[in-house]
């Protein structure tokens, strides 16, 4: 169990680190060239589990590969589009915390799309998600709300706990046909033609190839952010349990804000007030 924790954590911590180290490779390089980069080197490190698997060519049969593709456009080009443009824009604390929402809003769509039975109380964790995500976007001001004033960047990461609550759903069907070790690796291949084609839209030299700053956070970001912890994340689930496992999701604001805090980045009551909401509700809409 304690093995189980560890892995959870380590997991958790690393995705708290990405709502920092993605500010600096976007200072020097377009978006969907630091996504085309990143995931990249994702695929180049998880493709021997894939390869090695004598089960892989199942994940890309016919049944399959229309979920996969559908799944790779949402989950990973979509979700990526909205979190790193929406972190060029917003505060790694702030960001972190909307973040923070996707399993309340998972559990929302999933009663909207599957007709998922919700209990009262996960309906109070719904809704105390949502009026904290308002709390933070609107950065607890009452005037900000009345003029509908909220910052671009926010408003644009309002939008990746909705794909991504859609890729959550879908994927538990294609995850009792395909392994997860082949299924993560698998949507990340699928991936890469639509990242690579809006980068080469993007890309207006190669300035950034030789700036430090651009390489270690994508290998950061793409080795261990991605690689690393979704192996240590999904090997902690199997072997603590989903309903367990998911409580620690909620380290990743946590470890954004204490990062924030370590670094003298500007930290506001809104974030400490609309973030305990959220947490709280995330943990009522995640009880069974």
Not at 154 to 163: D, E, H, R, S, T
Not at 253 to 282: E, K, M, Q, R, Y
Request: aromatic share 14%; net charge positive; charged share 10%.
């Amino acid at each position: 169990m304690q093995n189980a924790w560890l892995l959870l954590i380590v997991s958790a911590v690393l995705w708290g680190g990405v709502f920092h180290v993605i500010k600096y490779p976007l200072s020097v390089a377009p978006p969907f060239v630091v996504i085309f980069v990143r995931f990249a080197l994702t695929v180049l490190l998880l493709s021997p589990w894939l390869i090695a698997r004598h089960n892989y060519r199942r994940a890309f049969n016919r049944e399959n590969l229309g979920d996969l593709i559908f799944l790779a456009l949402v989950g990973i080009c979509a979700y990526n589009t909205f979190f790193t443009y929406g972190m060029a824009l917003s505060e790694p604390a702030t960001g972190s915390l909307i973040i923070a929402a996707n399993p309340a809003m998972t559990t929302f769509i999933s009663r909207l799309w599957k007709k998922e039975i919700i209990s009262p109380i996960r309906w109070v964790g719904i809704a105390l998600a949502f009026f904290g995500l308002v709390f933070i976007v609107f950065e607890g001001s009452a005037a900000n709300l009345g003029r509908l004033q909220l910052g671009a960047g926010n408003l644009i990461l309002l939008g990746a706990p909705f794909v991504w609550a859609i890729y959550s759903i879908k994927s538990r069907e294609v995850l009792q046909r395909v392994p997860t070790m082949v299924f993560t690796p698998a949507v990340l291949l699928l991936s890469l033609p639509l990242q690579g084609f809006a980068a080469l839209l993007q890309l207006d030299g190669f300035a950034w190839a030789g700036e430090a700053k651009f390489w270690w956070p994508v290998v950061f970001l793409g080795v261990m952010a991605t690689g690393v912890a979704y192996l240590c994340w999904n090997k902690g689930i199997e072997l603590l349990g989903a309903a367990r496992g998911s409580v620690f999701i909620n380290l990743i604001p946590v470890t954004a804000i204490v990062i924030s805090w370590v670094l003298g980045h500007p930290l506001h009551a809104f974030h400490f007030i609309g973030g305990s909401i959220v947490v709280l509700g995330v943990i009522l809409a995640s009880r069974k």
